[in-house]
């Protein structure tokens, strides 16, 4: 296989890595700026960044199956492309719940949350920047550990969110709609560990 056939995936990788930070990246601006009025049409944007990601992750595949040798295992990369691509569909699905349980204001907490879940993508495009190079690289390690910190911060958040929302909310419909926003909050953090975990994986079996 050619070098810049190898690269492909790779540069695959980074792409759709990209867009979960786009998408976290206006998960937190949509959030700490709410306007009820501009759900409608940021949703529409989220979409378009979950889609893109989307078109990137079936041109990936498209290319692996007709390739004949590959930089790392088949089932690396198709394993790699769909957590990566996992994590955008659990950004979107925050936005989108926010929309359909009628949300009138964000809670600070959740805001605190969403910054992690930025840092925790970010961290996951850093790794993915270091991929190419794992047999070489001297920080993918690094990034590693730190995805892995980071959803053990993201995890003491969520814990501290449902705490003081069960504390402090009078309203059963308010309760279970901020469990259900909290919990995808701390999916998306779930999803940037299971690449890290994945790529972790693939530098083991391919080293």
């Known amino acids: 296989m050619s070098k810049k056939q190898d690269s492909y995936y790779f540069q695959s990788f980074i792409a759709c890595t990209d867009y979960a930070c786009q998408a976290a990246s206006l998960l937190l601006e949509v959030m700490k700026n709410?306007?009820?009025?501009?759900?409608?049409?940021q949703m529409d944007a989220m979409h378009q960044l979950e889609h893109?990601?989307?078109m990137r992750k079936?041109?990936?595949?498209?290319?692996l199956v007709k390739a004949f040798i590959t930089p790392i295992e088949r089932e690396d990369i198709?394993?790699?492309s769909q957590n990566i691509d996992e994590i955008t569909d659990k950004i979107e699905d925050v936005l989108i719940r926010i929309y359909y349980n009628h949300i009138q204001s964000i809670r600070p907490d959740a805001l605190e949350?969403?910054?992690?879940?930025?840092?925790?993508?970010?961290?996951a495009k850093s790794l993915m920047d270091e991929f190419a190079d794992f047999k070489h690289s001297k920080s993918?390690?690094?990034?590693?550990?730190?995805?892995?910190?980071?959803e053990e911060e993201a995890d003491k958040r969520y814990i501290s969110c449902m705490y003081q929302l069960h504390g402090a909310c009078r309203d059963?419909?308010?309760i279970i709609a901020w469990r259900e926003i909290y919990n995808y909050l701390e999916k998306c953090a779930d999803a940037c560990e299971h690449v890290a975990d994945?790529?972790?994986s693939a530098v083991m079996k391919n080293s």
């Open 34 to 41: 709410f306007r009820l009025e501009s759900l409608p049409e």
């Open 52 to 54: 893109a990601a989307d």
């Open 58 to 63: 079936h041109e990936l595949l498209n290319t």
């Open 78 to 80: 198709i394993q790699i």
């Open 113 to 123: 949350l969403a910054e992690t879940v930025v840092k925790c993508c970010g961290e």
């Open 140 to 150: 993918l390690r690094d990034h590693i550990i730190r995805i892995n910190t980071m």
């Open 172 to 174: 059963p419909i308010e």
């Open 198 to 200: 994945m790529v972790e």
